[in-house]
C-alpha cells in the first residue's frame, strides 16, 4: 500500500519526519481529546479554589487575616469535638473599627488553651472584611477543609492526562526513533488484535490495534513484529496478507512501525 506516498522516503538513515506528517507528536493526541482535558483541568482546578472563596472560615484559616488581642468571656465543659474532656471557650475583642465581636470555640486538652479563665488574653484571627469571622490563634477550626484537599484534585487530573496523552506519544516516539535510525522493508499483514484499555476505552479516539506483521530480518530470517496503529480507516483496509511499509530497529525487532499508519 501508499507505493507512491512513501518512494520518497531514503532508504538509509537519517531520514526527515517532515515526510511523515503523522510522526508529529502532536499528530498522537486529537485536537478535540486536548480540549475535552483542558475542560476537565479547570474543573478540577476550580474546585478548591471555590472552596476556598465560598467559605469564610476557609478564607480566614488560608487567606489574608489580622490578629487581635481578645479576652476569655467564659468557659464551659465540652467534649463534642475531643476524644475526651474539651472545654467550649467564648472570647471578645474589638477591632480598630471599635465593635465588639465575640466568638465560640471548643479546645482539646492537647490546646495551650484548654486551661484558659475567665478574663484570660489571647490572640483572635479574624477577616478585616467581615469580623464575625474569627477564631483563636493556633486553634483547629472543625470547619476548615484539610489541606490535602487542595493537592488531591490536581494528582486526579494528573492520573486522568497521564493515562489519556502519554500511551499515545509513547508510541509515536517509538515510531520516530524506529523511522529516523532504523531498517525499512515490506511486511505481510498477519492479524489484527485491538488493544484493552483500562480507563477511556470507549472513546473513538482512543482506541488502538495491534497490527502483527511477517517480515523478513537481517540475514534472511522470517520474524514476526507488532506495530500499533490507531488510523479505523487504515486498520478495515488491512486485510491478512497485505503488504505494508514497516520500520524497525535491528535490536528491537520486535517493535516495529507502520509506516502506512503515519502518512497523515
Known sequence: MFEEQLKAVPAEPPRPYKLLPGLRYGAGTPRALLIFLLIFMCVFASVPIMTILGSPESRLAHGHGITAEGHVVSVSDSSSSCKNDGRRLTFA?????????????????TSPYFAAKTGDVLPVRYLPADPSVNAIVAGKDPNAPPIFLFFFFPLI????????????????????QAYRKGRLTL????????????MWSN???????????AYQHLGG???????????????HQLAPGTTVHIAYLPDRS?????LDGFLR
Open 93 to 109: 475583642f474589638t477591632p480598630p473599627q471599635g465593635t465588639e465581636y465575640r466568638g465560640t470555640t471548643v479546645v482539646c486538652a
Open 157 to 176: 487530573f494528573g492520573v486522568l492526562f497521564g493515562s489519556v496523552i502519554l500511551p499515545p506519544l509513547r508510541e509515536v516516539h517509538r515510531a520516530r
Open 187 to 198: 511486511g505481510t499483514v498477519v492479524y489484527i488484535k485491538k488493544r484493552s484499555a483500562a
Open 203 to 213: 472513546m473513538p479516539s482512543m482506541v488502538s490495534h495491534d497490527v502483527f506483521v
Open 221 to 235: 530470517a522470517t520474524r514476526e513484529g507488532r506495530a500499533w496503529c490507531n488510523n479505523d480507516w487504515l486498520l
Open 254 to 258: 520486535e517493535q516495529i512501525v507502520l
